[in-house]
Nanobody
Framework: QVQLVESGGGLVQAGGSLRLSCAAS????????MGWFRQAPGKEREFVAA????????RYANSVKGRFTVSRDNAKNTVYLQMNSLKPEDTAVYYC????????????????WGQGTQVTVSS
């Protein structure tokens, strides 16, 4: 069992930056691949980024490539999403999730989810 808690969301102007954190409970965090997803009002949940269990592999959605960076610190049971050059279309609730599948973009392949943190980017 893995419990995930996101933090770091907020209101930021376009062009600004935020860093999201996702703290995990349990001793098995380092064995899970982690992902970030987001969901805007009226839209489906979409993949943002993923990182392998050891941190050596990453994958990004085209819409965030070059602007967002995913990382993890297994000693702290935490995964991060550094978001730079934010745009109004990045506004959404951001979720972290844990999966046994390597770098998957499919929400149904994630076993555990956090409650989400709101990111709002003003123009």
């Amino acid at each position: 069992q893995v419990q995930l808690v996101e933090s770091g969301g907020g209101l930021v102007q376009a062009g600004g930056s935020l860093r999201l954190s996702c703290a995990a409970s349990g001793r098995t965090f380092s064995t899970y691949n982690m992902g970030w997803f987001r969901q805007a009002p009226g839209k489906e949940r979409e993949f943002v980024a993923a990182i392998s269990s050891g941190g050596s592999g990453t994958r990004y959605a085209n819409s965030v490539k070059g602007r967002f960076t995913v990382s993890r610190d297994n000693a702290k049971n935490t995964v991060y999403l550094q978001m730079n050059s934010l745009k109004p279309e990045d506004t959404a609730v951001y979720y972290c999730a844990a999966s046994r599948v390597l770098l998957t973009t499919r929400p149904f392949e994630y076993d555990y989810w956090g409650q989400g943190t709101q990111v709002t980017v003003s123009s």
